[in-house]
């Protein structure tokens, strides 16, 4: 009898070790993969997707179209301009390494966002400039990083990007996904300058 209730004890303590190491694995992994998304669009996805995907706290990126009327959109729909989709991007981040501020800050250095459904060569309101917030947080603070970019007074003239809240990403063909590293030499009107936004 005495056996026996030994080997019991032992398994609760067992049960118990398991138990604790489990949640513990699980806390771990629940911190690691806590992730927030931003949808941004500042024309061609291409440029984009190549300047985004490389900021320290990217963990992935996706071209697509946001902010139209026509469902289930396609690029034969989206480039005619008629749709009111915007060539946009999805990118998943880690909050803990680059806050969604500093993702802003980059994404007005990264494109003109005072040329209304215009960047470069590429001219229509599927180029327009628009950041398509998730929530009440991330409007406020697309809209204080918005005064901060004008108020830099670095792009020379008035901010014009969207600030309208997400509703639905359709994501692009294949063969736009990560088009510049396919194609190294493919087009692109995006490049980072080095102004200084009072970040």
Not at 26 to 34: I, K, S, V, W
Not at 71 to 95: C, M, R, W
Request: net charge neutral.
């Amino acid at each position: 009898m005495k056996k026996f209730r030994l080997l019991l004890a032992c398994l609760s303590i067992l049960m118990l070790s398991i138990t604790a190491t489990g949640e513990a694995a699980t806390q771990g992994a629940a911190m690691n993969t806590t992730t927030q998304t931003a949808y941004l669009a500042g024309g061609c996805f291409w440029g984009m997707e190549e300047l985004v995907r490389e900021i320290p706290g990217v963990l992935a990126t996706e071209v697509g179209y946001t902010g139209g009327s026509v469902p289930n959109a396609t690029y034969d729909k989206v480039k005619t301009g008629q749709s009111g989709h915007a060539e946009s991007l999805k990118i998943v981040f880690d909050p803990q390494q680059l806050s969604y501020r500093h993702l802003l800050f980059e994404f007005f250095r990264m494109h003109n966002p005072t040329t209304a459904n215009r960047q470069g060569n590429d001219i229509g309101t599927q180029y327009r400039s628009a950041i398509f917030y998730m929530d009440e947080a991330q409007r406020q603070t697309a809209l204080a990083v918005i005064k901060t970019v004008d108020d830099s007074g670095e792009w020379h003239a008035k901010v014009v990007t969207e600030v309208v809240p997400f509703k639905e990403f359709y994501r692009a063909e294949e063969y736009h996904q990560k088009y510049l590293v396919k194609h190294p030499n493919g087009y692109t009107c995006h490049f980072r300058r080095d102004y200084r936004l009072g970040e």
